[in-house]
């Protein structure tokens, strides 16, 4: 049995300059407090913030990162946010017979979970998509409506996931009180009618994420489901993502998303990055991103008790000039769930490092921060390599294995051996043996790729 819950985070290390802390609507901020070389940027809130970048000096030749990590305490909420759920199950021809009657039981756990502050809508799927509970709050009175409505499901037709995400959004969007936006989506198959292909439905998760607060929260049963799509819309969509490779593992994996919301210590997580000019931000390996102005926003969401995560920013630093410079203004901003009443906090920092006109030395880096990004680099490649093998294109996968495992040879030649590098080049050498060996539509190979899916995740967004 398989239980996976997905969170973000990577471990760096590394300097930094400045940190301000303080509340977003209420004092004015304190005093740039200058830092040397590391800080704890406590907000006096549910979170605090490290930020650092991979390069002391930045040479010519520098692929640099930062990293932002961003700690949640163990503090106890005062009291739990209400929770508007969305839960959307599949009832599609496949799921006939147990995996359907697993997602009753689930639903019925839920259901019983629930206090009278939360609201329920129900959304079944298979060509169609159709709202068998309209949102609502959940009582004691009403619940056997609920429970007769999840009964009343039957498996037949195809599978429109797009179709379905829409009347989940359009569900929750409908009134804003306050409340938690959750969307679980529970699928044991690929989508068949509709938008089948995975950019069209990430991007819905995405624009929901940003634009309404609503998380998304996958959960795959079986052999069958697509894990290229069901997990890019729980990490485009702040949430989670779950191989259940047993239908009977279904309400135990979903009673724990629900216990760990009632966890959340921060919501409406948010870091907004600005670069000067002459340096580029290139990626957020993992994070649901939008452009504002010069500003990149990196959507993080809701933050749980004691968790991290770490936000991994590559830069493109090589049209800055020589000197002593700052390469980019950190701002975080998150809803304390802690406080009573609830407060806006914020904490915001400045990474500079010195640039050089030569290529960069090995003592100018920290070690540890790059090691990360190229172990970040190769799980990409890992879960596009396991892509291409589920689409019958080997030997395209084991090319793009091979060149990643050239890359880490050259960073080993060059800065010594990593322990979190070995393990990911371990990693490669076992898919390209099970991609040479293994039939593509082996049942061993398709559980090798769905649980690689997970593991490739955890690497890209962390599990803290």
């Known amino acids: ?63 640099v990162w930062a990293s932002i990590e961003i700690n949640a305490s163990g503090d106890r909420v005062q009291s739990r946010v209400p929770m508007d759920v969305a839960l959307v199950i599949d009832q599609s021809g496949s799921m006939d017979g147990e995996k359907l009657a697993a997602a009753k039981r689930a639903a019925n756990a839920l259901t019983a979970r629930m206090s009278e502050d939360d609201r329920l809508a129900i959304i079944s799927f298979s060509g169609e998509a159709q709202v068998k509970r309209e949102l609502g709050h959940v009582t004691f009175v009403n619940k056997s409506e609920v429970y007769m409505a999840i009964d009343q499901l039957h498996a037949y037709g195809g599978t429109n996931i797009g179709a379905a995400y829409d009347e989940a959004a359009r569900v929750l969007s409908a009134d804003s009180r306050g409340a938690a936006r959750v969307m679980f989506l529970i699928s044991d198959g690929h989508p068949t009618v509709g938008d089948t292909d995975m950019g069209p439905l990430d991007r819905r998760a995405t624009q929901g994420f940003q634009s309404a607060g609503i998380t998304t929260t996958t959960l795959g049963i079986g052999d069958d489901f697509d894990e290229s799509v069901m997990g890019a819309m729980a990490v ?25 919301l009632a966890q959340a210590t921060g919501r409406q997580v948010q870091v907004r990055l600005t670069p000067p000019a002459g340096v580029v ?18 959507h993080v969401d809701t933050m749980f008790a004691n968790s991290r995560r770490i936000l991994m920013v590559q830069l493109d630093a090589t049209q800055r000039l020589s000197g002593a410079d700052a390469l980019l203004d950190v701002d975080l901003s998150y809803e304390d769930l ?12 400045t990474l500079a490092a010195v640039s050089v006109d030569r290529t960069s030395n090995p003592d100018d880096v920290r070690l540890s921060a790059l090691s990360q990004a190229r172990r970040v680099s190769t799980a990409v490649a890992l879960a596009e390599a396991d892509r291409l093998w589920g689409s019958n294109r080997v030997a395209e996968g084991l090319a793009l294995l091979q060149r990643e495992r050239v890359l880490n040879d050259e960073f080993v030649r060059r800065y010594g051996e990593s322990e979190g590098l070995t393990l990911v080049n371990r990693e490669i050498e076992r898919s390209q043996e099970q991609m040479s060996t293994l039939v593509v539509q082996e049942k061993r190979s398709i559980r090798i790729r769905k649980k690689r899916k997970v593991d490739t995740i955890e690497i890209i967004v962390g599990d803290h």
């Open 1 to 63: 049995m398989l239980q996976k819950r997905i969170l973000v985070g990577l471990a760096l290390a590394a300097s930094t300059v400045a940190v301000v802390t303080g509340h977003l609507a209420s004092a004015p901020d304190p005093q740039p407090m200058p830092l040397i070389d590391g800080f704890d940027g406590t907000s006096q809130g549910s979170l605090s913030m490290d930020a650092s970048l991979s390069h002391l000096v930045i040479g010519t030749d520098a692929d």
């Open 236 to 260: 485009k969509g702040g949430g989670h993502f779950y191989y259940v490779a047993d239908a009977a593992g279904l309400e135990r994996d979903l009673n724990a998303e629900w216990e760990g």
């Open 281 to 298: 931000i290139r990626q957020v390996p993992g994070f649901s991103t939008r452009q504002d102005g010069e500003s990149t926003v990196v």
């Open 338 to 349: 802690t406080a009573e009443p609830r407060v806006e906090r914020r904490i915001r920092a």
